[in-house]
């Protein structure tokens, strides 16, 4: 009995696809033992000691046991589709696979997507030529999110599971931001503008350091655009999320002044063993320093990497009780 309508189609899938005809065959033979078994019941499974033989010319098909042809009659047409179904099932992984591939390339760039479906909390988007999962974990916490809309969204990884790959998305991760300044600013497209550090309180405020290879290019004014129109437009991605722009420094008493804007510093003491630093700004800018639950301040350690104490000029002993009321906002 010969399926050579399998070895022809085999031989020009594997081109095609990328299929290992190898694999096939694996994979067929597994099969059709197991259509032999469905068919015969009475045999043990687990024991059943079968094997199924292809000829690699001819396409002919043998179920053997102990070295016996065992092969039914009529077995050639359960031999043809079992075939056709392992060679579709392999296209599909390949194809999957492929995709799989093509996104892992993708991992750290934005791509546009609308929502398929919510799964509790998880959302389902439609990335183009396949779904990606935006968990809980990389949401906005202040989003809210609705089957048909339309975002854009980082490609975080791309995982293996037994099921098959996941491609997994963000809005939550901090390169998201690098990505979306890059797609407003050709500056950072280009590389004449870095980003050197982010600080993220996702949908409420994010603090960015950027630098400039060019001396006569301001990095913070590149960012901002004529008018704000390009940190506006990464804003307006955002639902709103503040973002302060500073120029990095490489001295740190100014890298430190600038990281606690909008806030006007008076001064800067540096405790270098300790990596921390004593900030003190004018009574009226006491507030704004400190910021929203401590936001800014937080934020501005997290950006420069220093530990950072805030006092007003001969304010020292209310910094404590101010710290205290915005907690209790």
């Known amino acids: 009995m010969a399926i050579t309508e399998f070895t022809a189609a085999l031989n020009q899938v594997a081109s095609e696809r990328n299929i290992k005809p190898e694999e096939v065959i694996s994979t067929l033979k597994e099969a059709l033992v197991a259509a032999y078994l469905k068919d015969n019941p009475e045999i043990d499974e687990e024991n059943h000691g079968l094997i199924a033989d292809i000829d690699p010319e001819s396409g002919e098909v043998k179920i053997m046991k102990g070295g016996k042809d065992i092969t039914p009659a ?5 031999a043809s589709q079992t075939a056709k179904q392992v060679i579709l099932q392999k296209i599909r992984e390949a194809e999957k696979d492929s995709i799989a591939n093509e996104y892992r390339e993708l991992i750290d760039t934005i791509v546009q997507g609308y929502i398929f479906r919510i799964d509790n909390d998880t959302v389902i988007m439609d990335i183009g030529k396949t779904q990606g999962i ?17 975002y854009k969204v980082l490609v975080k990884d791309v995982t293996d599971e037994a099921s098959g790959s996941s491609i997994i998305l963000s809005r939550r991760d901090p390169q998201f931001i690098k990505e979306l300044f890059a797609q407003e600013v050709p500056e950072i497209a280009s590389g004449v503008v870095t980003i050197e550090n982010i600080a993220r309180e996702a949908g409420e405020r994010t603090k960015i350091a950027v630098a400039s290879k060019e001396p006569k290019i301001d990095p913070s004014g590149a960012c901002i655009g004529q008018r704000g129109v390009r940190v506006q437009a990464v804003t307006d991605e955002l639902n709103g999320e503040k973002i302060d722009i500073i120029n990095h420094s490489p001295d740190v008493d100014k890298f430190i ?24 700004v004018e009574e009226g800018q006491l507030s704004l320093a400190i910021g929203n639950h401590g936001q800014n301040a937080r934020l ?4 420069t990497g220093w530990r950072i104490n805030i006092a007003g000029s001969d304010l020292d002993e209310k910094v404590d009780e101010k710290i205290e009321e915005n907690e209790a906002e």
Not at 74 to 78: Q, S
Not at 300 to 303: C, E, N, P
């Open 74 to 78: 009529g077995f050639g047409r359960i």
């Open 134 to 150: 935006l968990p809980i974990s990389e949401q906005i916490p202040s989003e809210r999110y609705s089957v048909n809309q339309k």
């Open 257 to 280: 002044a600038a990281s606690l804007a909008p806030a006007q510093v008076v001064d800067v003491i540096l405790n270098h063993e300790e990596k921390s630093a004593s900030v003190h």
């Open 300 to 303: 501005a350690a997290k950006l």
